[in-house]
């Protein structure tokens, strides 16, 4: 286990360990770390060398170089420049990756397996890009239409790269292809079938990514350490998501499962895990949102998640309100299936010269008349009728001086013109003193006081729409 955790966050570290064991070199020559191929011819498989500007040579020890390995020249920190030469007939996944300050890459044009164009390098057919240099100068960039493979690691640390547009002739994106970039969004065409392992892992800036519901398959730390993300809605045919996928993304509070999801790795959503120990430390207020029985409900209720169901009807408790003038009305909605909650409500009114309503689907009764009140939540939509009728103008009240003995208790009354819409719940009473007199709400139009203790007390009762009379209490 310890091994795969070992793998699997590697990716995160470093691009550069994605193939997870390098092969020994059997000699050096000239800052080259080479194999000897079985033709004869030599691989490439490290550069240790110093230079800015470099012309890699046709020949390594009297041997042809035909071939560049995975990574090589990963240690080149401060190369600038770099030409392939014409006896090159391999290269490996992210050959440059790992060059911090590599702008542009040539091909030697004699060469009949590979090409560059504005410093990027292709292969002949243009139909592989195999590597963009990562200081290339420019936020954006546009892979040309003829490629159909990105190539593993082949835009790593290119931390200029704000966004790429990648067209539907794109069927793989390798390993690590966009791992450490500078990338903030991006959208992914239908014509792509798998995220691979670590594609974007370690992009800081990366807020938004685009997935359509073609992809099937999300793979190791994918998406893990994109500090930035904030959510992610997964493909809707989406099957596996493999381990530490989305692992390290901090921002990322919650995430809705598919039904179709049928595997879900080790952890793929709601943990931090440390690059050096490779400790897991759950998050505890990440929360899940999924059908039930499913698999995403499992994993949630094995890592001890919250699970919220995903809301599939929606309708407010009550149907209809009539409420007066300047009156409020705080909202609320039941969800189906019971347990279920909404990520997203939105709220209108029909009519915002009668009533209008806030975020929080409060409603505020502005004129007399009608309104209807609409709920959008996610993608179903409930309605509430309210009817605004006349508010009271003033509020008057039985008694306005009362004298009572301790213990003693008065029912008072209060009126308001005819016509006038008030309600129980649009009525509130209170004392300036409950220590001497204190009062209590009997029915909408009549209220107990009970003297307390010897003293005096402003007894006040204030409508829905700030309409005030006050009673004063003498306790003998």
Known sequence: MKKVISIAMALV??????????????????????????????????????????????????????????????????????????????????????APNLTEIKVADANKNFTAVNGVLFDKAKARLIQYPAAKSGSSYSIPTT???????????????????????????????????????????????EIKAATFAGANSLKKVTLPNSIVKIGDGAFANCVSMTSCILPSKLVVVEQYAFANNNKMTRMTIPDTVKTIGDYAFGYKVSTLTYKAEKVKTFILRGNPNTVAHKYAKTNGFTYQYIQKSVKFTASSVTLGVKQTYQSSLKYSPN????????????NTKIATVNKNGVVKALAVGSATITVKANNVKATLKVEVKKAPSKVTVS????????????????????????????????SSKPSVAKVALKSRTKATITAVKKGTAKITVKLYNNKKATIKVTVK
Do not use: C
Request: proline share 3%; aromatic share 8%.
């Open 13 to 98: 570290m470093m691009i550069s360990v994605i193939i997870a064991v390098p092969t020994a070199s059997a000699a050096t020559s000239n800052g080259y770390k080479y194999d000897v191929l079985s033709n004869g011819t030599v691989k490439i498989t490290e550069y240790t060398g110093t230079a800015t500007s470099l012309a890699i040579p046709e020949k390594i020890a009297g041997k042809t170089v035909s071939a560049i390995g995975d990574y090589a020249f990963k240690a080149a920190l401060v190369l600038k420049s770099v030409e392939i030469p014409a006896t090159v007939t391999s290269l490996g996944d992210g050959v440059f990756a790992g």
């Open 147 to 193: 490629v159909n493979h990105v190539g593993g690691a082949s835009f790593a640390y290119a931390t200029n790269l704000k966004s790429v547009s990648i067209p539907n002739t794109v069927t793989i994106i390798g390993r690590g292809a966009f791992g450490f970039s500078g990338l903030t969004s991006v959208t992914i065409p239908s014509s792509v079938k």
């Open 339 to 350: 347990g279920a909650q909404s990520t997203k409500n939105t709220y209108t009114s029909s």
């Open 399 to 430: 008694n306005k001086t009362l004298t009572l003995k301790k213990k003693q208790s008065k029912t008072v009354t209060i009126k308001f013109p005819s016509g006038s819409y008030v309600t129980k719940k649009g009525i509130s009473w209170s």
